[in-house]
């Protein structure tokens, strides 16, 4: 959103930078560690040296619109900007007008969520996604994504897997967490499930001319994974195969990705979540070397929510991440949209 505002054609006005920046700041989950880092980058940045010391928000009062501190005078937690003089009057609209630009060159865009009771999708970035990531003691990297429970927003979760202990938590948007290939991360309103190095890890093709991916489906039949394992068969990238786990894996050339289910509950890793997917990558971070998808029963659903759910975790095991239409599975949220959309299928093309 702030790229979009600070663009040249189309000069934002004060007003709706505030706004992006509210936005922002109000749903970015910081570390310690994080917003240190942050601190210093803004305070060396000539755009904003030149015109305030900027402190990262730990809380989310805003001071109100036009409003200007004086210099030397103290207001603890409560300021989210001291700006200073610089030869003439400012007011705090313009500087903090200013300082959105400069925070949309130094700060990941994408990481927005919404406020308290926004619908999803109008102040919160739909593309978010809740993932975990962990470096292995052999160079390899885990990567887990958590899908939400109906009416549990992705910052929202994020919150709540790390206050249960869960390692690695952040919010991680396709199409905005590795700048240098953004439009590479996306077609239309599919994204790809980035990685710390590249916007898509691939599977290997092991002398095949398309990946072979087998699904050994662990699950019971309340869930229809094989009629979702079957539409994603229809991309002509990668070819997916449903496979009855005690039938095993086919080939040692193939990729064999286990489909557990279980009541596992509404607590500690499973608090508000319906289903994740881990995947196991190369040191490198550019192909997948493993996957295996766990469908929770314990929030119920109907049988096209829970179609969904397969749907769309089975997509996140192909590369994919969330789609911003409610059209595709791969809606970040569960729906009972059953199948992936036509950018999905180009997305995985273009990689393929």
């Given at each position: 959103?702030?790229q ?32 240190q ?9 000539p755009?904003?040296s ?32 001291r ?26 865009i994408?990481l ?28 390899t ?8 429970a ?17 390692q ?15 439009a590479?991360c ?22 095949w ?35 009855t ?21 509404k607590?500690g ?5 319906v ?41 996140h ?13 791969m809606?970040?949220?569960?729906t009972?949209?059953?199948?992936p ?12």
């Open positions: 959103m702030l979009h505002l600070a663009t040249p054609d189309s000069p934002p006005s004060p007003d709706d930078l505030i706004e992006a920046l509210r936005a922002l700041l109000a749903g970015y989950l910081l570390t310690e560690d994080e917003r880092n942050l601190q210093q980058r803004l305070r060396a940045h755009a904003c030149a015109a305030c010391t900027a402190r990262v928000p730990q809380r989310r009062k805003l001071l109100p619109a036009g409003h200007q501190r004086r210099p030397g005078r103290g207001v603890g937690r409560r300021e989210r900007f700006c200073l003089r610089t030869g003439e009057e400012t007011t705090m609209r313009n500087r903090l007008a200013a300082l959105v630009v400069v925070i949309g060159a130094v700060v990941p994408g927005g969520v919404g406020t308290a009771g926004a619908a999803p999708g109008e102040s919160e970035q739909v593309t978010a996604s809740v993932m975990s990531t962990q470096r292995n003691a052999d160079g990297v885990t990567q887990t994504t958590y899908t939400p109906e009416g549990v927003r992705p910052a929202d979760l994020a919150r709540k897997l790390t206050a249960n202990g869960v690695g938590v952040a919010l991680v948007n396709g199409a905005g967490d590795v700048s240098a290939q953004v590479a996306s077609y239309g309103t599919a994204r790809t499930w980035p990685t710390g190095t590249t916007c898509f890890s691939r599977w290997s093709y092991n002398g001319a398309r990946p072979q991916m087998y699904f050994r489906d662990r699950s019971n039949s309340l869930w229809p994974v094989g009629r979702a394992v079957t539409k994603w068969n229809e991309t002509s990238g990668i070819d997916s195969h449903y496979r786990f005690s039938a095993g894996c086919p080939s040692s050339t193939v990729h064999c990705v286990i489909v557990y289910n279980a009541a596992y509950g607590t890793e499973w608090d508000g979540v289903g994740m997917t881990k995947r196991t990558l190369n040191a490198a971070q550019t192909y997948t070397t493993g996957a295996y998808i766990a469908l929770n029963e314990s929030y119920g659903g109907t049988e096209a929510q829970r179609w969904n759910t397969a749907c769309h975790e089975i997509g095991v192909l590369g994919l991440d969330h789609n911003t239409s409610t059209a595709s599975c809606y970040y949220a569960r009972s949209q059953r199948y959309n036509a950018n999905d299928f180009t997305l995985l093309e273009t990689y393929y």
